[in-house]
């Protein structure tokens, strides 16, 4: 089942060359991801036995994460039959490269061997690439230069970290999880150390944790929103689970202080460089870059705190997506409708678009957290989890950071929303699907504030006692 | 078979110092095909007593996609720009000898605290591959030109695959030809996108190229 999984998308990519119509060509996208959506929903019943010799097995952590990709490109295939309705490009290649994509992204999701795991995050890089440049200019050209160096020497830092974790485990044999976790006694501390060390910052890098998230600002306010929801909601988060994964050597092995020191120093970055640079920025989707590597500082913050700590980060990992597809799709909207997303070009978005102007508002308050939305509850547990652990300057550092990154990002789009409109627009029709996938996230966001259904909250606690904490 | 493995552990460190110190790009490029056909044959000398179907596999395909592809598409992406001829380097050719010999002694230095578990081929392994990791890294700081940049992530792939031929069975075959597949598509995108950028900077003036930087429709 899983194998099907990882083939069936990536199969179809290659349907996608053939001489057939942009229409069929979304719906052949929108099917895939209903199909992989279906079988990732049936798991939650029971988990699929393992396979290829247990180098790929779903368990509780990869469950969600799986769960998360799934609803992720099933909002984002609904959002482009709508979005390519005003749109003359065929986007064959985005097509192709997105389910190449989902098949990548569901071995990563799957993968039990920290070699296989590399390969696979590696070639979301790769695939991701050309998404960026949809738009054909100079400037989108430039980020995807910076995008695709950085991440590769930052992934090739991970690889070099995954070797160094291979001589750590010299007597193990192998690079398997269960049999590393199982031969923690033997492994040599030393190398370790060092294996940890290169693999935070290889998949830091990736992840885009401050001091290299310098090419998130770039590729997300030059690629389409579709794709910045793909790269910002999953992307990331692949190289989050292999940090997750780390953590759970780190666990058994003893090191897990050494470990979260390491994430606690990159965290904190994380929430000052964005609380800094987002008060100057005036394009929206830049801003949401920057929020973007905010969220990602607090995923590593919550992995760094214990385990309360890490019951938050894996339920923020969830609504990290949800708040991204808000966000980003609703930006998509306003650059199609507008031609631009600075906000000297986009203002009095509520009178020209009353639906589009509501769902910026839902980006602004799920996106920094704000009571009712679910990032709220998971920042919460992660904050309250800093205190409980009497990390009292850590808590205060984040409060002031998210302030700060309110401000600059509510200034923005406060303004969007309800400034004086520049000059009469052309009012074009609302999207229904475009805005239906909007809802619906926005919808179980809302939901996730107010209440946790039990099958949710039994997976994320039995993913907290798999990684040990 | 191990004093082979030193001379080629050595000669790998010695073509990442002629990159450093070399101008023209088609030259760099050149020698970076030397560097990785010395690479491909370390798995051999490595096993040289018992020959298995995956050393065997791992030198073909090094061979095939490190020391023949790589270099020939490199060529390609250049062959249609003008700037062929030579690329500057932000330091200078004396200083950047100098500084790569100073990383060659560091990656040395730092070498002779890790000690490998286990039974040990080489000595030279450790210090020649964390040199030419740290010299890849320095090529990509100090030069300006796109190539010149995937050059630099390419020797440092170098040293890190050196690293991975020579050490372990942990990885199975079919996860390092990933790896190396990876690396290769990883280049051929590179190119494309380095040949794209000239098409683009070569119809514009190029001082409004930072002008809007993040901008899009």
Known sequence: MLIFLILMPFLCAFLVFLPIGKKSRLWLLFGVSSIHAVIAGSFWRELPP????AYLTLDPIGLIFLSVISFLFLSVSAYMIGYFDNEKRDGRTLVACLLFLLSTMTLVSVS??????????ETTTLFSAPLISFHRNKQSLEAT???LLVCSVGIALALLG?????IAAHDSHTLLLPELLAGQGSMTINWLKLSVIFLVVGYGCKMGLAPTHSWKPEAYGQATGMVVVIMAGALTQCAFLALVRVSQICFKTGLYEFYSSILVVTAVL?????AVFMLGERNVKRLFAYSSVEHMGILVLGLSLGSAGIFGSLFHMINNALSKVVMFLTAGSIAQKYGSSRVGDVRGVIRAYPVTGIFLLFALFGGTGMFPFATFHSELMILNSAIMSGRYILFVIAIICLALIFTGLGKVVLEMVYGEPTEPILARKENFMMNAAIAVSACIMIVLGLWMPEPLKKMLQDAVSMIGA | MAIWLDASCILIVF????IISTYRTVGMIRVFALQSFVLSLTPLFMHADALSVRDATLFVGTLALKAVLVPYILTWAIRHVS???????????GASIMGGTLLIAGAFWVASSLKLPGTQVSDLIIPCSLATVLMGFMIMVTRYRAVTQVLGYLVMENGIFLFALSLFDAMPLLIEMGILLDIFVAVFIMA???????????????????????ESP
């Open chain 1, 50 to 53: 393992p396979e290829f010799s």
């Open chain 1, 112 to 121: 039990y061997h920290m070699g296989l795991m590399w390969v696979a995050i």
């Open chain 2, 15 to 18: 073509f990442s110092l002629a």
């Open chain 2, 83 to 93: 700037m062929r001829a030579e690329t500057k380097s932000i330091i200078g050719l």
């Open chain 1, 270 to 274: 994380s929430l000052i460089v964005p």
């Open chain 1, 162 to 166: 995954t070797f160094f974790l291979a």
């Open chain 1, 145 to 147: 230069w910076k995008y």
């Open chain 2, 192 to 214: 494309i996108v380095i040949n794209h950028i000239n098409e683009e900077f070569e119809s514009a003036p190029a001082a409004s190229s930072y002008s809007k930087m993040g």
